[in-house]
């Protein structure tokens, strides 16, 4: 795995009592990886403090976002912009320490023949910290609703911490479009188009060291109707007579 070349993408906002810390981490447990910061402008400095500390490591690269904000249209970015730079693989995890790197290299060697590895919380040796009885339900709600609408039978369908293989990140990136955490799904959703090897890799979930969640009612409300739409839009629908450029 050493061989290839691997990069991770960490979108950003708001994260600057987290973010150097994880990047050291990272380079703890993959020394070789390249990290793509991909920050929406934050104004608690987030970028500054990734530039500052890594001004000299070609490995990290900082990319500030000035237009619309959105956890969705900065993971695309950063998956365009790794692939662009040759990557074989690419992740994406996210920065406050709720995914903790010790786990990329069990990501990175589940990939085997696989396309896609999925970091999860409810597979033997996975689990997470104690949460809030609203994110408990909106997990185990996601679950069942995205099993049901959409026939996702991941047993941990609203994990952002995976890892990739170029050639089946490539087809589906011309089809996310969401500028939020809906793009979680929508990958997902996609890699089940494309019939993607998918592989499920156990991880422990912790709280988040730093900062406040984005989570908001506004968006679980959305989420349900949005659900439905992709089902609507793409259901029937093959990946190799639609994909596009990137």
Known sequence: MNETKAAIVIPTYNE????????????????????WVIDDNSPDGTAQKVIDSFRNCPLVTVVVRKGKRGRGLAGRE????AIQAGSDIVGEMDA???????????????LGDSDVAIGSRYIAGGGEEKRGVLRS????????????FLGITLTDPTSGFRFFRREVLQKILPFLHASDPF????????????????V?????FYERQAGRSKLKLSILGRYLWRVLWLRMKWTGKKIKETTGNI
Not at 96 to 110: E, V
Not at 200 to 204: A, H, K, L, N
């Open 96 to 110: 406050d320490f709720s995914h903790h790197p010790h786990f990329i290299p069990f990501l990175l060697a589940a």
């Open 137 to 148: 339900w909106v997990t185990g709600g996601a679950r069942f609703y995205l099993r049901l």
């Open 16 to 35: 600057a009592a987290t973010i150097v810390p994880l990047i050291h981490e990272i380079f703890r447990y993959f020394p070789g990886i390249h990290i």
């Open 78 to 81: 950063g998956f365009l912009r």
């Open 200 to 204: 499920e890799v156990p991880i422990y």
């Open 183 to 198: 793009i979680v799904t929508e990958v997902n959703f996609h890699l089940k188009r494309l019939r993607a090897r998918m």
